[in-house]
């Protein structure tokens, strides 16, 4: 019987490489993001895995769709073996600037969906003595930056959350982990890298390692197949007394 795991934000970027690597591993996965294609993709990773999926464009800024995303998933493959927190979304900006709508909309999909996801799945994965949940936090969960309040706000709040999870989950096989990257080259980085050159007015190759690798001591980003190793490393059997922790791919950046 394959496993089930429902990945939030997995039809671009960093959730779409951890769902490619987990349907090649013969998971069924209940995929989540905004893309209009994103069944498409979903039914072609699954007929190239031989694996069942589904797909949903909930709207994770508000509870009840984020419980409804977590009961379709149930309804569908009827369990819920891995739930990964992935989905977010950044704005930067100094915090008398910061628009109080962004650090709210920051706070609710980045901090609060996981909250509402992971206490939605609980009770699936309480009576089945199994469960494995995997918030993607941040280096930003673990240090900060200028001009990213709320990112580093909700960031930071998920490797707390994490903690609590890894102590209520203990007495039923349920564990919860984050996984804290630095810099992955993702569509949505790709885009600032043009952006950033023309208002540093430097080369694009110089905004990657002068700016955005700069904390880096590795200078290159970390790469999504790490990440979805590590993820999937998290969800085994075998990784029943991991918990409660984080684990930081960073290139360094922690170190210093």
């Known amino acids: 019987m394959n496993r089930v795991a429902l990945i939030t934000g997995s039809t671009s970027g960093i959730g779409l490489g951890i769902a490619r690597h987990f349907a090649e591993n013969q998971y069924n996965i209940m995929f989540h993001g905004l893309e209009t294609n994103g069944l498409e993709i979903a039914t072609q990773i699954g007929a190239k895995n031989n694996v069942e999926v589904a797909f949903s464009n909930a709207n994770l800024?508000?509870?009840?769709?984020?419980?409804?995303?977590v009961e379709q998933t149930y309804n569908t493959f009827g369990r819920i073996d891995v739930l990964i927190n992935n989905a977010g979304i950044q704005y930067v900006s100094p915090i008398d600037k910061f628009p109080n709508e962004?650090?709210?909309?920051?706070?609710?999909?980045?901090?609060?969906?996981?909250?509402?996801?992971?206490?939605?799945?609980?009770?699936?994965m309480k009576a089945?003595?199994?469960?494995?949940?995997?918030?993607?936090?941040?280096?930003?969960?673990?240090?900060?930056?200028?001009?990213?309040?709320?990112?580093?706000?909700?960031?930071?709040?998920?490797?707390?959350?994490?903690?609590?999870?890894?102590?209520?989950?203990?007495?039923?096989?349920?564990?919860?982990?984050?996984?804290?990257?630095?810099?992955v080259r993702t569509p949505l980085v790709e885009k600032q890298i043009p952006d950033q050159a023309k208002s540093h007015n430097m080369s694009e190759e110089d905004v990657i390692t002068k700016v955005m690798l700069k904390k880096q001591a590795v200078k290159s980003f970390v790469p999504i197949e790490a990440l979805a190793d590590m993820a999937l490393l998290l969800s085994k059997e075998s990784s029943s007394t991991i918990t409660g922790t984080e684990f930081v791919l960073d290139g360094g950046w922690t170190a210093q």
């Open 61 to 69: 800024m508000h509870s009840n769709q984020v419980e409804k995303l």
């Open 102 to 124: 962004k650090y709210e909309a920051i706070i609710a999909l980045n901090m609060n969906a996981s909250f509402y996801a992971s206490k939605a799945a609980w009770k699936y």
């Open 128 to 183: 089945q003595s199994f469960g494995r949940i995997i918030n993607i936090s941040s280096v930003h969960g673990l240090r900060a930056s200028e001009y990213k309040t709320a990112y580093v706000t909700a960031k930071h709040g998920v490797i707390g959350m994490t903690k609590v999870l890894g102590l209520e989950g203990a007495p039923y096989n349920i564990t919860c982990n984050a996984i804290c990257p630095g810099y």
